[in-house]
């Protein structure tokens, strides 16, 4: 790459936007630096050479410039100077080079020595003079004329949506049919084996752990571990470096966008999980990299009594101050960046309870809630939360306002609960049916719940049923991190003596949660491979193990792609029939004059569910009738009639004898599927009202209505 040496004074240019702008000239920069006495922008040659400008104009505390001669794919970085008083908040130090906060593309990574800190030791108040030059990241100067070739938002219904978490590294990375060089990249992702998968499977959309620009945590990085998750980002613009085959000098972000493209060209919409509540440089004894060598007292949430520490509601050492004017604008700056540049679909906010914190307190009534409300662009895409912190008065599960949906953690424990027979069917049919005693209130309807049974923070589906302890050896840690225990899994199992019958029944428990989660009201979310029985062989915290035990296996055993193809069947059910996927909550009531209640539940002896069964702790076997909507519609407008199913479910140790429900409600039912069959196999042989059903133990079993 050529380098050309810019002028040594900077014309004025313009204080917006922020960040680097490149035009065929050179480059504006504008770096907003409230309290900073100086600012120089840092030139990095190839070589190593540095050539600074200062940015002479300052306008509103944004430090601004125009410098002709900078190429696209240049390197650069910021000099801030200004008190160093960290018993106040103030952390400037112009020994650190750091990162624009607006950087379309970060190449490089940090090497860990005492350059990367702004202090000595374990002395946050002693300023370092050690220039970090050499052992930090620097920001790409990007200018991406993308063609997009018509793509535009999908658009899919919340109603209409399956989620899919899911790792852009750990799911390509041993993938046999994507090329070896693509492999734990965007553009492996982008490759038709990838795709395939996906649209063979029916989900909807990708919802991608964290892609913002990250780094490995200092601790980490000093006992061997890198960070694979990715929640500890550095660059809310960039797309993270590492997962680039085009290489960081902005090669990374054609090739994110070309990955969008090719999800959207197949149906799929693409949802980041992001991290706005904090940042990579941790608490007071942390590296200096950017925002705390630029603002540090605005960009953080600093001690109420004393501002030398840090607020932490995120337990990764600091806060995020969303409160204050300019972060909220780069948050808000960042959202439609990636909406509006990048194309993608929607946004899952880690710990989002801390961006609406208000001082110090959760409020719904917050800047960052009433700003993304009002946003012409960002209020159009799915915005979902995970809504709580680890700070008092952090969870807020039910509580976020309209356009929000959220993930639903009483979802997961109550199913997780009920499939361990120690809950009765009272919660059961709360989540089942939209959860609407937590999303009915504000105009909320059921796919406000996010439901998951798990997600990358924890076990997977079949480690859920097969372990009764963790086993997180490998991070280090002897053990002691993650989750404690799983609560007595092997319940229903003592007695087994068989392993080939343990095994089938922690099988069929897969099949059991899979089922309840994929026909229950409300918004779906898959963890990737737990549709095909992927294993970490117990970590419940693999957040450090870039390795196999976190990437996906494809090399699969029999009964691993029957799991699959019995996912595939309950999605294409989902999909194919409205009533389980209800656009507003059950209201008891019948469908059409005459006929059943749009819901209604069962006792095994066919009659509708008394009060007193209702309450019963120890009630482990539900019908849960649904009824077909005759006033639903085809997209043209046509009424569209659905049929009704009755879905039984069975968490008891013993099997149980349903008896069918008769008129209104069905005169013929028909089998669909039963979690005893690894396989979906539709039964030709119809039941009558009045015959009896067998659900196993640990059982479910699906019928369909064929005559009313």
């Known amino acids: 790459m050529t380098h050309v040496d810019p002028p040594p004074v900077a014309w004025p240019g313009s204080w917006e936007p922020l960040g680097v702008t490149a035009d065929d000239g050179g480059v504006n920069v504008a770096i907003w630096a409230e309290g900073a006495e100086r600012v120089e922008f840092c030139l990095i040659a190839d070589d190593g050479i540095e050539n600074r ?69 374990l002395d946050d108040l002693e300023r370092s003079d050690i220039d970090s030059a050499g052992f930090v990241p620097l920001s790409v100067v990007v200018r991406d004329d993308f063609d997009w070739e018509g793509d535009h938002p999908l658009r899919t219904r919340w109603t209409d949506t399956v989620i899919y978490e899911m790792h852009v590294k750990g799911f390509t990375k041993l993938h046999p049919d994507i090329p070896e060089e693509l492999r734990g990249t965007y553009a492996g992702l982008a490759q038709p084996a990838a795709i395939e998968h996906l649209h063979r499977l029916g989900v909807s959309a990708v919802e991608l752990l964290p892609v913002h620009h990250f780094i490995d945590e200092a601790f980490l990085l000093e006992r061997g571990f890198t960070n694979y998750w990715g929640y500890n980002s550095i660059g809310y613009f960039a797309p993270h470096g590492a997962y680039s085959a085009a290489g960081t000098r902005g090669g ?38 950017s925002f705390r060598g630029i603002a540090n007292e605005s960009y953080y949430k600093l001690g109420a009594e004393d501002p030398r520490y840090y607020a932490d509601y995120t337990g990764c050492g600091n806060t995020l101050n969303a409160s204050a004017p300019k972060v909220l604008q780069l948050i808000m700056d960042s959202l439609r960046y990636w909406v509006e540049e990048m194309h993608v679909d929607g946004f899952r906010f880690d710990l989002a309870s801390a961006l609406a914190r208000s001082f110090h307190d959760v409020d719904m009534l917050s800047a960052f809630l009433t700003t993304m409300s009002q946003d012409p662009v960002l209020r159009q895409v799915k915005l979902i939360a995970e809504p709580w912190d680890v700070g008092s008065g952090g969870y807020q599960v039910g509580e976020f306002p309209p356009l929000w949906t959220e993930w639903n953690d009483k979802y997961r424990d109550c199913m997780r609960d009920w499939w361990r027979s120690e809950v009765g069917v009272g919660e059961l049919g709360w989540r089942m049916s939209g959860s609407a005693d937590l999303y009915s209130s504000e105009g909320r309807r059921p796919y406000s719940s996010i439901n998951f049974v798990t997600a990358h923070d924890g076990f997977t589906l079949r480690d859920l049923v097969t372990y009764q302890e963790k086993h997180n050896e490998a991070n280090g840690e002897d053990n002691r991190d993650g989750n404690s225990h799983n609560r007595a899994w092997n319940s229903g199992i003592e007695g087994e003596t068989d392993d080939a019958q343990i095994v089938e029944l922690r099988r069929r428990r897969i099949r059991d949660f899979l089922t309840t989660l994929l026909l229950a009201s409300g918004t779906p979310m898959l963890v990737a491979g737990d549709e095909m029985g992927r294993t970490q062989r117990g970590n419940n915290n693999a957040y450090c193990q870039d390795n196999d035990i976190s990437w996906i296996d494809w090399e699969l055993e029999d009964w691993q792609r029957e799991l699959f193809e019995f996912t595939r069947t309950l999605l294409t059910i989902r999909r194919e029939h409205r009533v389980f996927r209800q656009r507003y909550f059950f209201q008891g009531e019948p469908v059409r004059e005459g006929g059943p209640e749009d819901l209604a539940w069962f006792s095994p002896d066919g009659q509708l569910t008394s009060g007193e069964t209702w309450g019963a702790p120890e009630t482990r076997a539900i019908g849960m009738y649904l009824a077909g909507n005759l006033r639903s519609r085809t997209a043209d407008g046509r009424p569209q009639h659905d049929s009704s199913f009755l879905l039984l479910l069975n968490s008891g140790h013993e099997g149980v004898d349903f008896k069918l429900p008769g008129r209104p409600y069905g005169q013929l039912y028909r089998s669909i599927l039963s979690t005893s069959d690894p396989i979906p196999v539709l039964a030709q042989v119809e039941n009558h009202s009045e015959d009896v059903v067998h659900v196993p133990a640990f059982g479910v079993n699906l019928l369909e209505v064929t005559k009313h």
């Open 53 to 121: 400008v200062e940015l002479a104009e300052s306008t509103f505390h944004v430090f601004h410039g125009y410098i002709p001669g900078v190429k696209v794919g240049a390197r650069y970085g910021f000099r801030v100077h200004g008190p160093w008083d960290p018993a106040n908040g103030r952390r400037f130090n112009p020994d650190k080079l750091l990162l624009d906060p607006y950087a379309r593309a970060i190449d490089g990574a940090i090497e860990l020595g005492p350059a990367i800190y702004g202090h000595v030791g």
């Open 252 to 289: 990374q972000v054609r090739e994110f966008k070309q990955m969008v493209k090719a999800l959207h060209d197949a149906g799929i919409e693409v949802i980041l999980d992001v991290v706005y509540n904090h940042t990579a440089e941790g608490n007071q004894l942390g590296p200096t990299l």
